[in-house]
C-alpha cells in the first residue's frame, strides 16, 4: 500500500530529525505544549501568507516538536489578536506576528494595548511597498501620475488600500503632504482585494505590497512607478520581459520623497524569560535559512533586515515614534490627541 | 478542445488507487469537520497541511496531497447539511438556508429524503461549477473584474430583496427582526474608518458578533429549547433507515429540475463575482420561494427548499475557486487556507496560472470532478446512518449537542463570552419563534449587514456622495434595477392583476 | 403537582409580547445612543459611521413601539397562553443547568463540565442508571479532546483539572 509508505516516510523523517536533535546542544526550554501563533489579520492578508509560510517550513524541517497553530485573530483592526496575546502574560506558548498595526491601532482607536506589553522576538523581515497604477494609463513615473492626480483636482483620483487609518492611508496622507496632490482613500478588506479593484480600474492607484500585487504585474495588469524605500529592491530576476523588481526606482529617485517599511516581526507575551525568547529566536532563525524563506523573500520582494535583541527593541522604539509622527501629521489620532 | 485534452491529462493523472484511497480519506474527514461546528474547514484543510508536506516528497505525492486537501474541502461542504437536517444547527454557514426546509422535513420523519435531496442538490451545484471553470474560466475571470464597490452593494441589495418579501409573519415583527441583525452586524470596528461601534470600551465585543454564534444560538439552542416543551424527544424519530430512501428521493428529484438549474445559475453567478456561498444559498432559497407554485408551503418541510439553497451553495463554493485562482483572492475563510496551502506548493495565482502552471491547475480541476462523486456517495451511504442519529433518545443527544453547540460558538473567537452569547441567543430565539418574529431576515442581516454598509460606503466615497453611482453603467444598473424589481414584486404583481 | 395546574399560563401571550417590544426597544436606543456619540450624519463624501446604525436603531425602536402599542390593545379573547407552568418547568429544567454549565465552562474548562452536564442530564432528566451516563459523558469528553486537542490542534478552554492531569 502507497499509504503505509507515506507513514513509513513520515516515520523516517522524524527519526531523522530526533538525531538531528539530539547533535545540536541542548536548549534550556522547550515548549511543552502546542504553539499558538497568533495573526492580528484575517486569512489571506500578507501576515496571514507569512505566518502560514513560518508554520509550514517549521513543520517541514521538523525545527519544532509540538505543534505550532495558526489563528487569526482580525477584530477592531488587530485589537483583537494583540489584547489577546496582552493578557496572556508569562505564557510562553503564544507568539504573534506584527504589521503596522500594532502601533496605528491603538493610535487610531485609544484600544489600549502598547507593544511594550510584549516581548520582542526577531524582526522577520520588512515588507515593502510599491506606488501601482494600472498598465492601461499612460502614467511612466510617479511624478507623471501625481500631476495628473493635481491636475484631476481635490479628491477627483481615487487611491485604494487596506484598512482605516493604517499604513496604507498614512502613506497615501505622507504623499499628499509631499506634493499637495489630493486623492480619495478608499478603504478595503484586505491587499488582494485592492489589487484586483485596481486591476478593474475601479480606482485609479494603489500602493500594495510586491506580494500583494506581483502575479497581476507578471500578467501585464500592472504598472509599478516606485518603491517607497531609500534603495531600490536587490532582486535582479526578470519578473516581466523586460523589468525586474530591481529596474523599479525609489519614489525618492522619482522625485515623491517618502519612505515607509512595514515590520514583520514576531513577538511574545509580556514577563516571558529569555530561555524562552531564545528558544524562539533559534528556530526563527533556522527558519530564515531555508530555501522556503529564500523563496518566500523573493517572490515578495521583501527587506530581509532581519533584527534580534536589543537592536529590535530600539528598532521598534523609533518606528513607534515615527508612526505617532505620521499619524499626527495625517490628523488619524484617536479623540483628537 | 484543449481544455478538455488538458482536464483527460489530469485524470490520467489523479486515477490511481493511492489517490482514490486518499480521496475517500479525505471526504470522510471533511464530512467530520462539516459536522462539528468548531472544526470549520478552515481549521481541518490547515491542520492536514503539514501532513500534505511529508506527502509531496514522494514522488507524484504533489497530485495526492492537492487530491487529498480538496477531498476534505468536498467533503466538509457536504457535511454542513447534516446537522442542519437533523437538529436544525447549520454545521457551516452556508447551510442555514438549508434548515428552513430541511429540518421540518426530517421533524415529519423525512430525514432520508431531505439528506438525499440535499447531497444531491449539492453534488449538481458543484457539478455545475466545475464545468463552468473548465470551459468558461477566461471570460468568468475578465467578468469579475468588473465588479467596483457599487456593483458589489447592488449584488448585496439584490440578494436581500430576493430572499426578503412579505411574510406570513406581522410586518413590524419582521422589521425589528431585521433591523437587529443589522445592528448586530454593525458592532465591532467599522470597516471604511475604523471607529469602533457600540463596543462601549470592551474588548469582548471589539469582534462583534459573529453570524455562528447568533445561529447556533437562535437556530440550535432556541430549537431545543422549543422541543422540550413537547416532552423530552426529538420528532421525526420514526425515519426510515435503510438505502431504499434514496431511490424513492431520486424519483423525485427530477421534478424540480428548474429550480436546480437555477439555483446552479444563481451559485455560479455569486461564487465569480465572488458574493460568497451564503448569500447565494439565501437568493437562490428566496427566488425559489417566490416562483414556485408551491411557494406557500415552503417553511413547512419542502423537498424543492433544500434544493434550491443546496445547490445555489455549492455551485458558488465551486465556482469560487476560480476567482481565487485567477485573482488569487479568496472567497471564504476555507478557501483562504487552501490558497495558502496551494502557494506553498509553489501555486502562483494571477492571470499567468493557466499558462504557466497547467499541469497544477488541471490537476486540481481534475480532482474536483472527482472528489465530488467520491463525496456523493460516501455521504449518500451513510444516509441511513445519519437518520439513525434521531433515534438517539433526547436526554443523552440533547447534551450532547449543546456540548458540541459550546464548543462550536467558543472556537469563533476563542473567548467564553461567546459561549455565554449562545445561551442567550438561545433564549431570544426560543422568545421571537413563539410570538412569530421571523429569524431568516435577521440572520441575513447579520451576514449581509457589514458588507452591505461597507461597499455602500466605498460607492460613496468614489462617486463623493452621488446616488447615480449605482445606476452609471449597465451592470450595476441592471443588478439595482432587477433588486428594486424584486422588492416591489408584491406591488407590481397586483398592479398587473388590477390591470387586467 | 396536578395536571390543571400544569397547564396554567406561566406567562400571558400579552405580557411576552411587551417584554419582548420593550427588549427590542432597549437594544434599538442602546444603537441610537452610541451612534450618535460617534457623528451619526451625511456628509460631504457619504454617510459618517454612525449613521446606519443610528437610522437602524431608530426604526428598531419605532418598529417596537408599535408592537409594544399592539400587544397593550391585544382583546382579551386574543390573549393566549404563551407557556403553561408545566412546559416552563420543562424548558428551566434545561436552560438553568445550561445556564451553570457554561458559566461552569468559563472557570473549569469545557471537558470537565461537559462529562458534569451530560452525566447530570442522563441521570435528572432520562433516569439513566450511573454507569451508563458516567459511560457516556466521559466517553464524549475523551472523544472530544482527542479530535480537537490531539487530531486538530483546536486549543479548547482547559481548567485546573487539566492542569492536574498534564494535559493541557
Known sequence: MKISAVFKHVLSMAAVAAFAAVAVPAQAWEPTKTVEFIVPAGSGGGADQMARAIQGIIVKHNLMKEAMVVINKSGGAGAEGFLDVKSAKGDPHKIIITLSNMFTTPLATGVPFNWRDLTPVKMMALDEFVLWVNAETPYKTAMEY?????????????????????????????????????????????????????????????????IEAVAHWRGGKLRPLCVFDTQRMPYKDKMTSTMSWNDIPTCKEAGLDVNYLMLRGIFMPGGVSQDQVDYYVNVLRKVRETPEWTALMNKGAFNQTSLEGKEFADWVAAAEAEHIALMKAAGFMAGGK | ??????????????????????????????????????????????????????MAQTPGGQTSAIILLSCIYWGALFGGAITSILFNIPGEPWSVATTFDGYPLAQKGRAGAALTAAFTSSFFGAAVGVIVITFLSPIVAEFALEFGPPEFFAVYMLTFCAFIGMGKEPPFKTIVSMMLGFALAAVGSDTVTGT?????????????????????????????????????????????????????????????????????????????????????????????????????????????????????????????????????????????????????????????LFVEQKDFVWGLIASMYLGNIAGLIVVLTCVPLFAAILRIPFSVIAPIIIVICAIGAYTVHNTTFDVYMMVVFGVVGYAFKKLAYPLAPLVLAIVLGDRAEASFRQAMLVSHGDMSIFFSNKLVGGLTGLALFLLFWPLISWLIRRLR | MSEANNQRAALSDKTAEMAVAGFTFALGAIAVYDSWRIGARWVGDGPQTGYFPFYVGLIICIASAVNFIQALLMSKEKNGVFVEVGQLKLVLSVLVPTSVYVVLVALFGIYVPSIVYIAFFMLWLGKYPWWKAALVSVGTSVFFYCVFEIWFKVPLPKGPVEALLGLD
Open chain 1, 146 to 210: 501625481v500631476d495628473a492626480v493635481k491636475k484631476a483636482g481635490a479628491g477627483k483620483m481615487n487611491m485604494g488600500g487596506t484598512g482605516s487609518k493604517q499604513e496604507d492611508q498614512i502613506i497615501t496622507a505622507a504623499i499628499e503632504q509631499k506634493t499637495g496632490a489630493k486623492f480619495t482613500y478608499i478603504p478595503f478588506k484586505g491587499g488582494g482585494t485592492v489589487a484586483v479593484q485596481l486591476v478593474g480600474k475601479h480606482i485609479d492607484s494603489s500602493v500594495n505590497n510586491p
Open chain 2, 1 to 54: 478542445m484543449d481544455a478538455l485534452n488538458s482536464l483527460l491529462d489530469g485524470f490520467a493523472v489523479a486515477l490511481t488507487f493511492t489517490n482514490i484511497a486518499l480521496m475517500f480519506a479525505g471526504v470522510i474527514l471533511g464530512v467530520i469537520i462539516g459536522v462539528l461546528p468548531g472544526l470549520g474547514g478552515a481549521n481541518g484543510v490547515a491542520i492536514l497541511l503539514p501532513l500534505t508536506f511529508s
Open chain 2, 196 to 352: 469602533l461601534r457600540m463596543t462601549f470600551g470592551t474588548a469582548t465585543l471589539l469582534t462583534g458578533f459573529d453570524f455562528l454564534v447568533a445561529v447556533i444560538g437562535l437556530f440550535g439552542i432556541g430549537e431545543i429549547l422549543m422541543t422540550l416543551e413537547e416532552g423530552l424527544e426529538f420528532r421525526g424519530a420514526s425515519a426510515k433507515l435503510n438505502l431504499k430512501v434514496v431511490l424513492e428521493t431520486w424519483k423525485e428529484l427530477p421534478k424540480y429540475w428548474l429550480t436546480s438549474l437555477r439555483g446552479a445559475a444563481i451559485g455560479c453567478f455569486m461564487g465569480i463575482v465572488p458574493g460568497g456561498a451564503t448569500p447565494a444559498s439565501f437568493m437562490s432559497y428566496g427566488v425559489a420561494r417566490r416562483m414556485s407554485k408551491d411557494g406557500d408551503k415552503f417553511g413547512e418541510g419542502m423537498v424543492e427548499g433544500v434544493v434550491a439553497p443546496e445547490t445555489a451553495a455549492h455551485a458558488a463554493g465551486t465556482s469560487a475557486l476560480l476567482p481565487m485562482l485567477t485573482l488569487g483572492v479568496p472567497g471564504s475563510p476555507t478557501a483562504a487556507v487552501l490558497l495558502g496551502g496551494l502557494l506553498i506548493w509553489g501555486l502562483e495565482p494571477g492571470p499567468l
